[in-house]
């Protein structure tokens, strides 16, 4: 069983920042691959980034690419950040941490494909 923690979140005016941090714990093993997907009321579950664990590699969609960044911690595999800049209102949704064995951008689309999840943080940006 594997444990998703996130912190991080909250609210901010567009344009501003924010740190979303997500420590997976437990049978980690076959957790290389950790993100995030956002969920607003009016949309379906979407990809945001992931992140390959073992090897670094990142998985950025146009919408979010030169604004948002997926990052591991230092010496912790399955501890990853999202840095998010210049924010817009678009991007308010409740942001849930995700692990799965491997990363691919066919899961990407398909949130059903993952395993484990966070309890999910908010994320509001005002205009």
């Known amino acids: 069983q594997v444990q998703l923690v996130e912190s991080g979140g909250g609210s901010v005016q567009a344009g501003g920042s924010l740190i979303l941090s997500c420590a997976a714990s437990g049978n980690t093993a076959n957790r290389n691959c950790m993100g995030w997907f956002r969920q607003s009321p009016e949309k379906e579950r979407e990809g945001v980034v992931l992140i390959e664990t073992r090897d670094g590699r990142t998985f950025v969609p146009e919408s979010v690419k030169g604004r948002f960044t997926i990052s591991q911690a230092s010496g912790k595999q399955h501890t990853v950040y999202l840095q998010m800049n210049d924010l817009q209102p678009d991007d308010t949704a409740i942001y849930y941490c995700?692990?799965?064995?491997?990363?691919?951008?066919?899961?990407?689309?398909?949130?059903?494909?993952?395993?484990?999840w966070g309890q999910g943080t908010q994320v509001t940006v005002s205009s």
């Open positions: 995700a692990a799965r064995p491997s990363c691919t951008w066919y899961d990407f689309q398909r949130p059903r494909n993952f395993d484990d």
